[in-house]
C-alpha cells in the first residue's frame, strides 16, 4: 500500500505523515504565507462585519499551499483524501514554523 492510499484514523498517526509531504523549505513557506493570510481575513472580516471577505479564504490558503506542492513537493496535496486533518496541520505547522519547532528557512 502507497502512504497516499494509507488509512489514518488519528491526527496524531496523520501529521508526520503531513510533515514528510512538505520538505522543500519553501513550500513549508507558502503554507505558513497562506494560512496567516486566511487567518488575517478571517479577524478582518469578522471585525468589520464585511462578510463577503471570507469568500476569498480558500482561494488564499489554498492558492499559497498548492503551488508549494505543485512547483516545490511535486506532489498531490493531502487536502483531497484528508481535508480535516490537512487543514489542522497547515494550522499546526504554521504554528510550529512561528515558534521556531520547524524551519521555513528557504537557506536549509
Keep these: 500500500m502507497k502512504d497516499t492510499e494509507k488509512a489514518f484514523h488519528t491526527f496524531v498517526d496523520f501529521y508526520p505523515y503531513?510533515?514528510?509531504?512538505?520538505?522543500?523549505?519553501?513550500?513549508?513557506?507558502?503554507h505558513f504565507i497562506g494560512t496567516s493570510i486566511v487567518i488575517v481575513l478571517l479577524v478582518?472580516?469578522?471585525?468589520?462585519?464585511i462578510f463577503s471577505l471570507l469568500f476569498i479564504i480558500p482561494l488564499a490558503g489554498y492558492g499559497f499551499a498548492w503551488s508549494g506542492h505543485f512547483f516545490f513537493e511535486k506532489n498531490r496535496?493531502?487536502?483531497f483524501q484528508y481535508p480535516l486533518y490537512s487543514l489542522m496541520s497547515d494550522?499546526?505547522?504554521s504554528?510550529?514554523?512561528?515558534t521556531g519547532k520547524i524551519h521555513s528557512d528557504i537557506n536549509n
Design 95 to 98: 504554528w510550529q514554523i512561528l
Design 77 to 79: 496535496p493531502a487536502t
Design 44 to 49: 478582518v472580516s469578522i471585525t468589520t462585519q
Design 18 to 30: 503531513y510533515l514528510d509531504e512538505h520538505k522543500h523549505p519553501m513550500s513549508r513557506r507558502l
Design 91 to 93: 494550522f499546526l505547522m
